[in-house]
């Protein structure tokens, strides 16, 4: 059997398993259950948040033999081949590398007949923002009259970019990020059925780093345990060091050194850790998010616990005493100084340059 990547080994297959989209599993298994299916679907939302997942788990519900309150058996032979991607009925198109006017040409012709062996043809478009204008009317004008037998599933991160008269013909759920307590839940769950040890704050680091999607969240903890099959607990240091993620108190340690206006000592201190193999670009991204940690305990200071997970007490209570000491300009002017660091990093020919120039900028810029 070929290894496969954790994302892919651990799939959700039945709507029970997703997390954190309960607004639109509900929705959708009562459709099953009742028979009340749209023709289209259009899952907009975040990368990672479980577009395709869901997409495939109600391609499997709309066919299953015998379904159960609107779920899969995932035992009869529909589901199996929706699962294992034999089913002809079952496509995907991944709107990406598949959007002109020929592909969905193809899709229309497709549709004209009648399901080989499945109930419905289920028809995935991926990053169906991406189609072309021609391709986009072309795909319109089969929405507007589709044949009984076919179900369309659109998936899109960026759905404003979508012409809205496919938007309107579509029965629309917006997925959400996933909060990092649902991510950490379902990555200890997968870290047990590894048969891995990794503590709960390392855990929490990682879901942080993943920004809202299980995908990457999951991707991560692929790599930290291809990496240590020791045995041994992965705690912070470990996931710190294979991820390069920037240490909190070295964040700390810079924001306090802007605030003091020591320009020489924080240039200083920024090119000693890249020396010591901090990668800058990750430093920059861990930065502006510290620094938005900030913005945000500045007009809520009782969230500490939501807004910076995977800090120690020791932390927390630092990241609120820089909170009352740090002025609104001085922030707002730092914040967008290293947002422009961040992205100009990309281009420098010097890749610390960018981050030196915002750091003498902030100190030359006071606290407003």
């Known amino acids: 059997m070929p290894n496969l990547a954790l994302y892919r080994k651990y799939r959700p297959q039945s709507f029970s398993e997703v997390i954190g989209q309960d607004h639109v ?6 459709a099953v259950e009742g028979n009340l299916l749209s023709h289209a679907y259009l899952f907009s939302g975040p990368r990672g948040s479980g577009k395709t997942t869901l997409a495939r788990i109600l391609a499997k519900a709309v066919n299953c033999k015998s379904p159960k309150k609107g779920e899969p058996d995932n035992t009869c032979d529909y589901c199996l081949e929706i699962g294992q991607g034999r089913a002809l ?4 198109i991944d709107a990406a590398s598949n959007r002109g006017i020929d592909e969905i040409r193809d899709l229309k012709e497709g549709i004209r007949f009648a399901p080989a062996r499945l109930k419905y043809k289920v028809f995935v478009i991926d990053e169906a923002h991406q189609l072309t204008k021609e391709a986009s009317n072309a795909l ?6 589709p044949p009984s037998h076919a179900i369309f599933i659109l998936a899109t991160t960026e759905a404003n970019r979508m012409i809205s008269t496919i938007v309107s013909r579509c029965q629309r759920f917006d997925f959400r990020k996933l909060s990092i307590k649902e991510i950490v839940g379902r990555l200890k769950s997968v870290a047990e059925k590894e048969k891995a040890k990794i503590d709960n704050m390392a855990l929490e680091i990682l879901a942080a780093h993943a920004g809202g999607s299980f995908r990457d969240a999951e991707s991560l903890l ?17 996931l710190q060091e294979l991820l390069g993620i920037v240490d909190i108190n070295i964040l700390a340690s810079l924001v306090d050194l802007l605030l ?6 924080a240039v200083n201190f920024l090119n000693t850790n890249l020396e010591k193999g901090m990668d800058p670009q990750e430093f920059a991204k861990n930065l502006v998010e510290y620094l938005r940690r900030i913005l945000i305990l500045k007009f809520n200071d009782e969230i500490t616990n939501i ?12 990241l609120g005493e820089q909170t009352k000491s740090i002025e609104g300009k001085f922030l707002t002017t730092a914040l967008k100084l290293f947002m422009e660091a961040e992205r ?9 340059l960018p981050l030196e120039l915002a750091i003498v900028e902030s100190c030359m810029g006071g606290r407003g």
């Open 25 to 30: 599993v509900q929705t959708l298994r009562n």
């Open 89 to 92: 009925d079952f496509v995907e």
């Open 140 to 145: 319109l004008k089969t929405l507007e009259e």
């Open 222 to 238: 692929d790599r930290v345990l291809t990496f240590h099959q020791d045995g041994n607990t992965i705690g912070v240091v470990e």
């Open 260 to 265: 003091e206006k020591k320009t020489a000592e």
């Open 307 to 318: 807004i910076a997970p995977g800090f120690t007490k020791e932390q927390q209570e630092k």
């Open 344 to 352: 100009d990093m990309k281009y420098a020919d010097i890749v610390q």
